[in-house]
């Protein structure tokens, strides 16, 4: 059995990447309490960030970063919930 170490070097740096993303992704369920948390959005838009850039796509990772300093400075705000208009998927908001 490998330790949490040599677990971690057998993978690449776009996996890792990916992992990281999918860990701070806020999830629909978290939606609600997490959508204004300003270091949750720029974390998950950092980890998002950093994989594109491992995939070689500079303007996106660009874009993602731009994302990240915008919910770090307050320039942006949540969006409205998704489900919001949308009748019969009883959401509650």
Do not use: Y
Not at 21 to 36: A, F, Q, Y
């Amino acid at each position: 059995m490998l330790s949490k170490t040599n677990q971690i070097n057998e993978l690449s740096e776009l996996e890792l990447a990916q992992a990281l993303m999918e860990r701070l992704s806020i999830s629909p369920n978290d939606w609600h309490r997490l959508k204004s948390n300003r270091n949750s959005r720029a974390s998950e838009q950092i980890a998002a960030a950093m994989v594109f850039l491992l995939k070689n796509e500079p303007q996106e990772a660009l874009a993602r970063l731009e994302q990240a300093v915008g919910w770090l400075d307050r320039s942006l705000s949540a969006p409205p919930c998704p489900t919001h208009g949308h009748k019969g998927q009883g959401t509650g908001d």
